[in-house]
């Protein structure tokens, strides 16, 4: 017995710059056909600052999925074709209106890219941790929080944190750098 899925048709296809939304019949393996919807996004990057011992978040942003502001880290989408690691300068640009002259290191939380929400969408999320110079001031009309590097702060911005690749890629590296892993 056949124990891949196969796609029977495609019954939607909608596309727009960041997503396409597809419908389409899968046949499982026992035969049965079902209906399945996914979204293919662009992958996502976030990004946590970190300038003298603090973690650098940009001012809460609007989140249309939830109708409020958020605080969140500096990220955004990679565009098709463009390389992950190049999008981090322009993301800490645009959000904390920094250069890459700035950025003191630059280390990947992973280089794959974890799957976001695999059985409704292909996207893939990538964490960067930015070590900016000591010495570069962040603009405060773009400066929305600042957090010690210490177990009593990262539990008050876990706290604050509602978004989930924001909370994930935090975890990450706070895993990483406290246990050696």
Not at 40 to 60: G, T
Not at 124 to 148: C, D, H, R, W
Not at 159 to 176: D, F
Request: proline letters at 4%.
């Amino acid at each position: 017995m056949n124990t891949d899925w196969q796609t029977q048709d495609r019954f939607l296809e909608l596309r727009s710059k960041w997503m396409t939304l597809i419908g389409e019949h899968l046949q499982d393996e026992t035969g049965q056909v079902l209906e399945y919807w996914r979204i293919e996004k662009a992958d996502s990057v976030v990004i946590l600052p970190i300038q003298n011992q603090k973690l650098i978040l940009p001012l809460p942003t609007y989140r249309p999925g939830m109708g409020e502001k958020t605080l969140d880290f500096p990220g955004g989408r990679v565009e098709e074709g463009e390389e992950v690691i190049k999008v981090v300068p322009k993301i800490l640009q645009r959000e904390l209106g920094i250069t890459s002259e700035s950025i003191s290191q630059l280390t990947p939380l992973n280089t794959q890219g974890w799957t976001i929400n695999s059985s409704f969408s292909n996207q893939k999320l990538f964490g960067f941790v930015a070590e900016l110079e000591a010495t570069v001031q962040i603009p405060s009309n773009l400066l929305g929080a600042m957090y010690l590097i210490n177990q009593d702060s990262m539990a008050s911005l876990l706290n604050s944190l509602k978004c989930l690749q924001c909370r994930t890629v935090l975890l990450e590296w706070w895993t990483k750098s406290n246990l050696g892993i």
